[in-house]
């Protein structure tokens, strides 16, 4: 089961978990980088070419009140990314202007960047987060980026990318929102909504070298993943911590561009509900449609990866889908 985090930790974690996941920008000093683990197939290129700080402009999910209509505050973010990204080759890619950028460093240590698409290494899950059956040896790897507001503040203390220099009280501007794509190995006759997933190819740790494992990188092998699932941070000061969650998960069958149009919204969190125990919680908005199928712990919101699916069956999946997710 998800172990219950407060959303305090999440956002710390989200944010460390976007630095050390994208990113090309590097120190002129640094030739350690974990992308050059293996020099066979393309390297992966998101953009550092970080912007001024722009302008307060009015961005659409901010029209919407997220705690009544949460499908649509996050269906207008997931909006402003899907021209950004596409497939090619078995890899993510941008679209070369995307208005997304990613986070310079941290492409060394056992679950820096691999080469193909720059992912990082997560938390594995554990024995049945992904399926009623499904082992706790398989891997998530993600990779992340700011949109422009976000993006500026990069800009800023990495100005100097050997020496960055981070400001006491740095706040993002309310239009940031940080996305994440999560990918898996695990295998879709055992996660079987995964089963018409989208494949990539990524350089991730041997199958000996499990999710709770980490190995050099030059041991790395090109391995397929499918897409799992696809986060947002979004700053709005409407929420008391002024940051609102939320994560879609992909699920089959294939339909549309079999990529975005696949992205179903699982949950939203906007608060910790600090006063439940027992009760209902109040601060988050799970997919009715999905309910008893993907939860966290004690039934909540579950934001990032991992995400619990029990006794999930394709057909089951379906009919919920079709009542209304």
Same mark, same amino acid.
């Given at each position: ?153 990069? $800009? /800023?203390?990495?100005? %100097?990318?050997?020496? *960055? ?7 993002? =501007? !309310? ?80 339909? $549309? /561009?079999?990529?975005? %149009?696949?992205?179903? *919204? ?7 509900? =600090? !006063? ?50």
């Amino acid at each position: 089961m998800v172990r219950n985090i407060t959303l305090k930790t999440q956002i710390s974690a989200l944010f460390l978990c976007l630095s050390i996941t994208a990113g090309m920008a590097q120190c002129s000093d640094f030739d350690g980088s974990t992308m050059n683990a293996t020099s066979i197939g393309p390297k992966a290129v998101w953009r550092t070419d970080y912007p001024d700080r722009p302008e307060e402009k009015d961005v659409s999910w901010l029209n919407v009140d997220f705690k009544k209509d949460p499908k649509k505050y996050m269906r207008q973010i997931l909006q402003s990314a899907r021209t950004g990204f596409s497939i090619k080759e078995k890899r993510l890619v941008g679209s070369g202007d995307e208005q997304w950028w990613a986070s310079p460093w941290m492409d060394f240590t056992d679950a820096g960047r691999e080469r193909n698409m720059g992912l990082t290494k997560e938390r594995g899950p554990h024995k049945g987060d992904l399926a009623k059956n499904s082992p706790g040896t398989s891997q998530v790897w993600a990779v992340g980026f700011y949109n422009e507001p976000g993006a500026a503040i990069f $800009g /800023d203390i990495y100005e %100097d990318p050997c020496n *960055p220099f981070l400001p006491v009280a740095l706040q993002f =501007p !309310k239009e940031t929102v940080s996305i994440k794509f999560l990918f898996t190995d695990a295998d879709p006759k055992i996660v079987t909504y995964l089963a018409s997933a989208p494949e990539f190819e990524a350089w991730i740790d041997t199958e000996k070298n499990n999710a709770k494992s980490k190995r050099p990188p030059k041991e790395r092998m090109l391995k397929t993943v499918r897409l799992l699932q696809f986060d947002i941070a979004a700053k709005d000061e409407r929420a008391e911590t002024d940051w609102v969650f939320a994560t879609f998960a992909w699920m089959g069958p294939r339909k $549309g /561009d079999g990529f975005f %149009d696949n992205l179903v *919204p699982v949950s939203l969190q906007w608060g910790n509900d =600090p !006063k439940v125990y027992n009760q209902e919680i109040v601060e988050s908005w799970i997919n009715p449609s999905l309910k008893g199928i993907i939860y966290g712990w004690d039934a909540r919101s579950t934001l990032g990866f991992p995400m619990v699916m029990a006794r999930l069956t394709t057909s089951r999946l379906a009919r919920s889908l079709a009542e209304g997710a």
